[in-house]
């Protein structure tokens, strides 16, 4: 794409960068002062999300319209989308007292010919702001009228004032708004902004980079994409890609990454222990004890995280890895590693379940490596939990498993060298909060010690925008290899009406001695939704279509002794087929399943079925997932689940999720308040997210502390945009 040169009257001059506080602070004024906007307007607007003059700078076109070739009448053809200029030469106003709606033709004459106009529904302020003889741009889609003749409904209009030129040769801007401002009252607004506020929009990204890059400057993009110029490319505008847009989102993710590497440097400036970093004896030996051959990625990520260990820092590392990875024991590799430096360990699980499978996986290892290790749950009976609870403040256990809740409670590690939270799906504030809580576990003992590291596996891959994004304040170790033999899991769509089928196959692999799960989105019958539930259905399907297998139920409403009662059958294969919630999403591993069964499938999001299809194809028989739908013809829908036929890769199953969905409804908006960017997009944007986390990172790495003259406004817009949201209080 050829760079469009910046404007002239927007270029930043010195006497901008050197009142960039005042200019913060203007942009900070609400919309109420801007000209034209009353306090009723104001009132709207604000109710719309936007509150401030900088809320309505941001607030880009969603869309352009290419008024640059204007049609005659005579040449309009019927389906064509065009735009006309002439004179109202006719108008009616029809009340339809049945509808309680106004209705409103009109008559537009250009001298090749005429074009009738109607509004089906006509706002007050049409009703009252159109009159005969007044110069109309009419932009919209020609349609064949009544009696032969074209016509248009519901067209964008302008009514072009007198002596003023028509607006017909430009690029116009569409803005999504609030209810009852029509879109001439919005434009009119935004041009005012831009033209009294424009000048105070920041741009200040370091010279070198802006040189480097080639990008406009931020100031002049965002004035540009308010207002085009004739030349520019609407279809690039309209697909967010032209060099405008690029700056802008270059601009924002440029400072989310400078705050998020700020951060870690708060963190890498404070000490941590230093492990050895040579094998000992215990990493040693479980080596010569592996059962398998590690997988090269396994191996580069286990380095990784010996190296950061060795660091005298403290660890914050995220171990991104797809289901089924071999995540377990790589953190069991580091545990090892802090236990033979004479350190503690704790093991963080989300539930029970998994907190008891780890333990029992690892605990023949620990016994034959001799270290002490327990399991802490909340349903163990009181005294063995205060008698572990001893040993493990007194030192004599070195490694601790159990829930995160339990872990928080009252459970003090005065040794603890490192804390491992397994399955970390909750993003952001519950993150932060986990890692305090194990601070904490220290006790009176905290102070005497380096902070312990911290090493965190996720239980989904994400996109690694979304990560560098959600996490970028964390290194990273990627895990993007399967450990050899894995027969991929058949996986198929299917309708409701073909679920006998379904049925069949989960009787013919039991009949083989296999297992299935059958996954609802429901515990019980809900009365809003028409949707089937696992309670419910387990009685059924016991009765019915599997009553010659034997048929067990669990869910995240159950007790948790009454979920671990069930799951202990299953594993033992008393139970065949399993009803389940999604409680069985994370991490539960049962070899002899060979069938997952997941019922409206449309309501899962792609991450979590990924999640559900995972916790089958974990033996050597082959194994299948079928993903039962229902609803209409809904392309969109289909075609999201259809990803999941193709696609085994739990990174591009993520991309997908992410591409679809949109990071608010594939993490949980509550927890995506870093992925909320005003501009840019996650999924379109992530080669400039790269590149501005590079340039990010050098910067600081030339300036650590923001400290430099050059650095002053940039801090302050670090500030300004990012304080709240990244508690960045102490930047100065
Ligand atoms: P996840 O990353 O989903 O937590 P796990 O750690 O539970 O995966 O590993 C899944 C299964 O793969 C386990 O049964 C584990 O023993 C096995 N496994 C892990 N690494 C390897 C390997 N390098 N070769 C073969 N099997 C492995
Ligand atoms: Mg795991």
């Not at 191996?299 to 990784?304: A, G, I, N, R, Y």
Request: charged share 25%; hydrophobic share 40%; net charge positive.
């Amino acid at each position: 794409m050829k760079a469009e040169r910046p404007r002239t009257d927007y270029a930043p001059t010195a006497a901008a960068a050197l009142n960039f506080r005042e200019s913060l602070s203007a942009l900070r004024t609400s919309v109420r002062f801007l000209k034209g906007v009353g306090p009723a307007r104001a009132a709207q607007l604000e109710a719309f999300g936007l509150r401030t003059i900088e809320d309505l700078l941001y607030h880009l076109p969603f869309r352009y319209e290419d008024r640059r070739s204007v049609v005659k009448v005579r040449d309009a053809r019927v389906g064509d989308e065009a735009t006309f200029i002439g004179k109202l030469i006719a108008l009616g106003k029809h009340f339809n007292p049945r509808r309680r709606q106004r209705m409103l033709t009109a008559m537009l004459d250009d001298d090749t010919g005429r074009l009738g106009l109607v509004w089906y529904r006509a706002p007050s302020y049409l009703v009252d702001g159109l009159a005969q003889g007044q110069t109309l741009v009419i932009h919209g889609k020609v349609e064949a009228g009544p009696g032969g003749h074209k016509q248009m409904a519901h067209p964008d209009f302008e009514v072009v004032d007198p002596g003023d030129p028509p607006d017909h040769e430009k690029i116009l801007p569409v803005y999504e708004r609030p209810e009852g401002i029509p879109l001439k009252t919005m434009r009119k607004w935004l041009a005012e902004a831009v033209e009294a506020y424009g000048a105070h929009v920041p741009a200040f990204l370091p010279p070198a980079v802006m040189k480097k890059t080639g990008l406009l400057d931020a100031r002049a993009a965002l004035a540009r994409l308010h207002r085009p110029e004739k030349g520019d490319d609407v279809e690039a505008l309209n697909r967010c890609a032209s060099a405008a847009h690029r700056a802008v989102v270059f601009d924002e993710f440029f400072y989310l990454q400078l705050g998020l590497a700020l951060r870690r440097q708060n963190r890498t400036d404070r000490s941590g222990i230093a492990f050895a970093r040579e094998k000992k004896s215990l990493t040693q030996k479980m080596w010569e004890m592996l059962p398998f051959r590690l997988t090269r990625a396994q191996e580069k990520v286990l380095q990784e995280i010996a190296l950061d260990m060795a660091a005298p820092r403290p660890m914050q590392r995220l171990l991104q890895g797809d289901v089924g990875s071999g995540k377990t024991i790589v953190g069991w590799f580091a545990a090892l590693r802090a236990i033979e430096n004479g350190f503690q360990a704790v093991w963080m699980a989300p539930t029970e379940l998994l907190a008891e499978q780890h333990y029992r996986n690892l605990k023949d290892f620990a016994a034959k490596l001799a270290v002490p290790i327990a399991l802490l749950t909340g349903s163990m009976p009181a005294k063995t939990r205060k008698e572990i609870i001893d040993e493990v403040k007194h030192g004599r256990v070195s490694f601790v498993i159990g829930t995160h809740s339990v872990i928080q409670e009252n459970v003090r590690v005065p040794r603890l060298g490192l804390g491992i939270i397994d399955e970390q799906h909750r993003f952001g504030v519950m993150q932060r909060m986990a890692l305090q809580k194990l601070a904490a576990c220290r006790g009176s003992a905290a102070d005497s010690l380096p902070e312990p590291d911290i090493l965190l596996m996720s239980a989904t891959p994400i996109p690694r925008s979304l990560a560098m994004v959600l996490y970028g304040d964390l290194e990273i170790s990627w895990l993007n290899e399967l450990p050899p033999g894995r027969t991929p899991v058949e996986t198929r769509l299917i309708r409701s009406s073909a679920r006998a089928r379904a049925y069949d196959l989960v009787c013919d692999e039991v009949r083989k001695g296999r297992q299935a799960y059958v996954v609802y989105p429901l515990v019980e019958a809900s009365e809003k939704l028409e949707v089937r539930d696992a309670t419910s259905m387990a009685a059924e399907l016991s009765q019915g279509a599997f009553k010659d297998c034997r048929v067990g139920l669990i869910h995240g409403r159950m007790s948790a002794a009454e979920r671990d009662e069930t799951m202990r059958r299953f594993k033992e294969g008393e139970v065949q087929v399993l009803v389940a919630t999604t409680v069985i999403e994370v991490g539960i591993d049962v070899s002899n399943a060979s069938v997952m069964l997941i019922e409206h499938a449309e309501r899962f999001g792609l991450s979590q079925l990924h999640q559900l299809r995972g916790r089958v194809g974990r033996g050597e028989h082959r194994s299948y997932c079928v993903m039962i739908y229902y609803g209409g013809n809904s392309t969109e829908a289909l075609e999201r689940l259809r990803v999941m036929e193709r696609e085994r890769d739990g990174f591009k199953i993520a991309e997908a999720d992410l591409r679809l969905r949109g990071p608010g409804e594939m993490i949980g908006t509550r927890q995506s308040g870093l992925a909320d960017f005003r501009i840019a997009n996650l999924a379109r944007d992530s080669g400039l997210l790269l590149e501005a986390r590079e340039e990010a990172l050098a910067w600081l790495e030339n300036d650590p502390r923001l400290a430099l003259p050059e650095s002053r406004a940039m801090k302050a817009v670090l500030k300004h945009r990012w304080a709240g949201r990244l508690e960045l209080g102490n930047i100065g």
